[in-house]
């Protein structure tokens, strides 16, 4: 997508101002312009400021793409059956997190510390993760952590998610992949 091009919206949308995570609703015949199309949601500019609207709202913005279809996956999902998790494909799932201010994903940036999955008594698969935020204060972190929540819960067999958000350690640019630090120009 040209991220240059200012795009009208069709109707009034939910978004969410970054980086405090204040709600909004950006009218209908709003101007934006798409900086961020990644991990099913958008990042738009819109007078002065930065938002994210959800994939299942591309329909607003004249798209109907991943974000949506993602959406649709995600919230339409049976109950998951027993047995196994794969966990790469746990890893997978988390590696189409993203920060809405950062065009790298949540695995790359060093964000979770960890995820495993505890089989329960009942037979289910509970997955517990450990994650940070690239800063303490950061407003879009119930929206990062609901983002992670819904996508592994996605993932089959998966009966259950808790993310934990820790900021011990603290996150810093080291913990970032050689591949996140050179998308970010960071060498």
């Known amino acids: ?30 101007e934006v312009r798409i900086t961020q199309e990644l991990g099913g949601s ?3 500019a819109v007078g002065g400021n930065l938002a994210r609207i959800e994939g299942k709202d591309a329909d607003a913005l004249g798209l109907e793409g991943a974000g949506a279809e993602q959406e649709r996956a995600t ?14 494909e746990l ?3 988390l590696r189409t997190c993203y920060d809405p201010e950062i065009p790298v994903n949540i695995v790359d940036l060093g964000l979770v510390y960890d995820c495993h999955v505890v089989d329960t008594d009942d037979g289910g698969n509970h997955v517990e993760i450990v994650m940070t935020l690239t800063a303490p204060g950061c407003g879009m972190g119930p929206f990062i952590v609901e983002d992670v929540r819904q996508k592994v819960l996605s993932v089959a067999n998966v009966t259950d998610v808790h993310v934990e958000l820790v900021f011990d350690p603290p996150w810093d640019r080291s913990m970032m992949t050689d591949e996140a630090r050179l998308q970010l120009g960071m060498f």
Do not use: F, H, S
């Open 42 to 44: 958008y990042t738009v």
């Open 75 to 88: 919230t339409n999902k049976p109950q998951p059956a027993g047995g196994p998790v794969d966990e790469d």
């Open 1 to 30: 997508m040209n991220t240059q091009q200012t795009i009208t919206t069709t109707r009034d949308v939910d978004a969410v101002l970054i980086p405090l995570g204040t709600p909004v609703v950006i009218p209908a015949g709003a």
């Open 91 to 93: 890893w997978r799932v």
